[in-house]
């Protein structure tokens, strides 16, 4: 160092996050918000959904791998790539709106990003935070990102902000995120059988555009029976039970619904065809998302010969809901093996009714979530399966694991694996997630035990980077082959044991069920996992051989 150098001393300081306006009522008219982050038929229900509540929303295209290089311009390094991946989309579709001519302080006065928050051992906490910064580097410095937690309050947010996160708000999410979910189930379900290329994506794509419609209008005058609104209540009460009485009611969701399961019935389907199936677990983002975040896993799964179970995001709510359950236990004083401490009387009943009163309350919320799904399956008519009770997943993963482990997706990993396999569901388990996502670490060493144990199963997990993609589908092929040898055995024990091949099964298929409907139900026979197995015990009942 040169006599004349100048050394100086770094000035530290408290860290300060980065601020933005407030989203103000006055400014709904001329702020769109915009939407993303799940699969595309989700974006697409949840815009019109919160549309139907009086704004401008608009949702993102699937992120690619445009977006995740911008993720990675912006963002700060060591991240896991779901934070690129969605970070980077959003980017991507401001810079295309001032490519356009939209100057960036219209695009920053204009425009708002809203989507879900959350907080705990994993990265997600920061995504806040690092869409700030992203934005603040790439030139849009106080563009406004405003998240709700799904795991807080039925109210967020104060009487100023123009985004009112009420009851209304979270029954219009979540009843679009459980129609999507059936969206999802049937395209997954259906496309590996669709007699004619691309009818399943079709009908979906009418479907949508029918519900869409629902949403934007089901906002504005809800049906309610006026009796039932006492002058005792106040006015957010009154609201507040006029959105149950509609979501309990539901006749004109239920109108909608009804034109769709006419769209899907007009799908024909061949069961005869021999698919292994596949179940998606493993990191929210990266099980749910349908493009280059998970090497478009789902595309090329389908073009293995595979039929997808998808993980629905309505699975992870009911999820939710135990979680909260068990996080209150542990604050009204029951100790780790379920049981309330005992201080004195008078704590001793406190805790006691408490834990009563929140058991009743979050098993009421479970009941009222898992009904709307059920009774909207029903309504739509196709098979869908019924969403997993979370304390049988418990009752599963405990031998393996303390399932109050809260992060990412908990305990579920372990026991969907476990569960799928010995409930004869699927034929394999592919678990994705992002590089280092550290829940999932934990759950892969315990699922080295697992499979162990559990000598027939067939399980893999992958670990998505953005880049890596020739490998990762390299080990997928490798499992595949092992699914589909089991597969092909089911298949040719069941053919051997009523004397049938492949042509006397077409020739049953065309005598006793020429044109199969998707909506037509397969009941299930137990010990069997493969869609054709389940058919062909059909057919030989209509033929009257069993």
Not at 332 to 349: E, F, H, M, Q
Request: charged share 20%; proline share 3%.
């Amino acid at each position: 160092m040169g006599k004349n150098s100048v050394v100086t001393e770094e000035k530290k300081g408290h860290f300060k996050t980065f601020t933005t306006k407030q989203f103000k009522k006055s400014e709904i008219a001329h702020t769109t918000i915009i939407v993303g982050g799940l699969s595309m038929a989700a974006d697409r229900i949840v815009a019109a959904a919160w549309e139907g509540l009086g704004y401008k929303v608009l949702p993102l295209s699937v992120p690619d791998m445009e977006a995740m290089q911008l993720g990675k311009e912006y963002c700060d390094g060591g991240l896991c790539n779901p934070t690129y991946f969605t970070i980077g989309n959003l980017v991507k579709f401001l810079n295309n709106l001032h490519k356009q001519g939209v100057s960036k302080k219209d695009i920053v006065d204009n425009y708002l990003f809203l989507t879900a928050g959350s907080c705990g051992p994993c990265r997600f906490g920061m995504y806040e935070y690092e869409y700030r910064l992203a934005l603040n580097n790439a030139g849009y410095s106080g563009f406004r990102v405003q998240t709700f937690q799904m795991q807080g309050k039925l109210n967020q947010g104060t009487s100023e902000d123009a985004i009112v996160m009420d009851l209304q708000f979270f029954r219009a999410l979540l009843t679009a995120l459980i129609v999507s979910d059936h969206f999802n189930n049937f395209t997954y379900m259906m496309t590996p059988y669709e007699v004619v290329q691309g009818s399943v994506h079709e009908a979906i794509d009418k479907c949508i555009l029918i519900m869409q419609e629902y949403f934007k209008q089901s906002g504005k005058d809800p049906y309610i029976k006026n009796f039932l609104l006492k002058s005792w209540m106040n006015k957010g009460s009154k609201k507040d039970l006029r959105q149950l009485i509609e979501q309990l009611r539901g006749k004109e969701i239920e109108k909608y619904l009804k034109k769709c399961s006419n769209i899907l019935s007009s799908v024909q389907v061949d069961y005869t065809r021999m698919k292994p199936k596949v179940k998606i677990t493993g990191e929210f983002w990266a099980q749910t998302t349908e493009g280059d975040g998970n090497y478009q896993m789902f595309s090329f799964l389908q073009s293995q010969g595979c039929e997808i179970i998808v993980e629905t995001v309505s699975a992870w709510i009911v999820y939710l809901i135990w979680l909260a359950d068990n996080q209150r236990e542990e604050v009204s004083g029951v100790d780790a093996n379920g049981l309330i401490t005992w201080r004195t009387p008078v704590k001793y009943l406190k805790d006691f009714y408490n834990r009563k009163v929140n058991n009743l309350i979050f098993g009421i919320a479970t009941f009222f979530f898992t009904s709307q799904y059920n009774r909207y399956g029903k309504i739509l008519k196709y098979p869908a399966a019924a969403l997993i009770s979370v304390k049988t997943l418990e009752k599963v993963a405990s031998k393996y694991m303390q399932v109050k482990f809260d992060g990412g997706e908990g305990f579920l990993e372990v026991a969907k694996n476990i569960y799928y396999t010995t409930a004869h569901k699927s034929n394999m388990v592919l678990s994705v997630k992002p590089f280092g996502c550290m829940p999932s670490t934990i759950s892969d060493s315990v699922q080295s035990k697992v499979v162990t144990d559990y000598k027939d199963m067939v399980f893999l997990p992958v670990e998505t980077s953005g880049e890596g993609k020739i490998n990762a589908l390299s080990r997928v092929q490798m499992a595949l082959g092992e699914a589909k040898a089991k597969a092909v055995q089911e298949y040719s024990n069941l053919l051997a044991k009523y004397n049938l091949d492949a042509s006397k099964v077409a020739e049953l298929k065309i005598k006793f069920d020429p044109e199969t409907s998707a909506l037509v139900k397969i009941p299930e026979i137990k010990g069997y996992r493969l869609r054709v197995s389940h058919y062909i015990h059909y057919l030989l009942k209509l033929a009257g051989k069993i």
